[in-house]
T-cell receptor, first 111, second 116 residues
Framework: RKEVEQDPGPFNVPEGATVAFNCTYSNSASQSFFWYRQDCRKEPKLLMSVYSSGNEDGRFTAQLNRASQYISLLIRDSKLSDSATYLCVVNSYNQGGKLIFGQGTELSVKP | SAVISQKPSRDICQRGTSLTIQCQVDSQVTMMFWYRQQPGQSLTLIATANQGSEATYESGFVIDKFPISRPNLTFSTLTVSNMSPEDSSIYLC?????????????FGPGTRLTVL
């Protein structure tokens, strides 16, 4: 089983749609959680950290469920510019704190 | 966040040669890391670059193949030695501002390496 697993993609949605990405992690000792965005042929960029209480940044909402070891990212009112690969990233103290990256979920927003 | 640059941005190399990739940060950072992203794959940590001491390598990566230097708090190099086509990847450096691993990491633009 992979340490971080994400929904397989690609997701193809029309502009204005709401789309949700799911991610599960296997290490219960994981402490920090992030969503990164990676555009084609570019470096990953931090989209948002995920906090236990859940957090929102504009059209983006992240949720964390520690009991189920589950993280989600909700994008409302999708824009063409949201098209990218979204990476679920987890950090665990008992692994020296290194970041573990999911395989990524590709999103394509169409006009 | 810090501004991170990498050189070269891309290169095409012959089998058996070595390439050194540079990572420069515009401010002092505590932690610097090197990752590899193979075609169609996600990122894998190669090693943590430690200032003034030997790098800490992840399982599957060794110093002879990927020697790393970090002479100060703003600069690091990764060398890919004795290259083979399997080394064709994007190599990325990243930084975090504090000693705690669990803080967010910020990535350089990457070096796209093709080995013929």
């Amino acid at each position: 089983r992979k340490e971080v697993e994400q929904d397989p993609g690609p997701f193809n949605v029309p502009e204005g749609a709401t789309v949700a990405f799911n991610c599960t992690y296997s290490n219960s000792a994981s402490q920090s959680f992030f969503w990164y965005r990676q555009d084609c042929r570019k470096e990953p960029k931090l989209l948002m950290s995920v906090y236990s209480s859940g957090n929102e940044d504009g059209r983006f909402t992240a949720q964390l469920n520690r009991a189920s070891q589950y993280i989600s990212l909700l994008i409302r009112d999708s824009k063409l510019s949201d098209s990218a690969t979204y990476l679920c990233v987890v950090n665990s103290y008992n692994q020296g704190g290194k970041l573990i990256f999911g395989q990524g979920t590709e999103l394509s927003v169409k006009p | 966040s810090a501004v991170i640059s990498q050189k070269p941005s891309r290169d095409i190399c012959q089998r058996g040669t070595s390439l050194t990739i540079q990572c420069q940060v515009d401010s002092q950072v505590t932690m610097m890391f090197w990752y590899r992203q193979q075609p169609g794959q996600s990122l894998t940590l190669i090693a943590t670059a430690n200032q003034g001491s030997e790098a800490t390598y992840e399982s599957g990566f060794v110093i002879d193949k990927f020697p790393i230097s970090r002479p100060n708090l703003t600069f690091s190099t990764l060398t890919v030695s004795n290259m083979s086509p399997e080394d064709s990847s994007i190599y990325l450096c990243s930084v975090t501002g504090t000693e705690a691993f669990y803080n967010e990491q910020f990535f350089g633009p990457g070096t796209r390496l093709t080995v013929l």
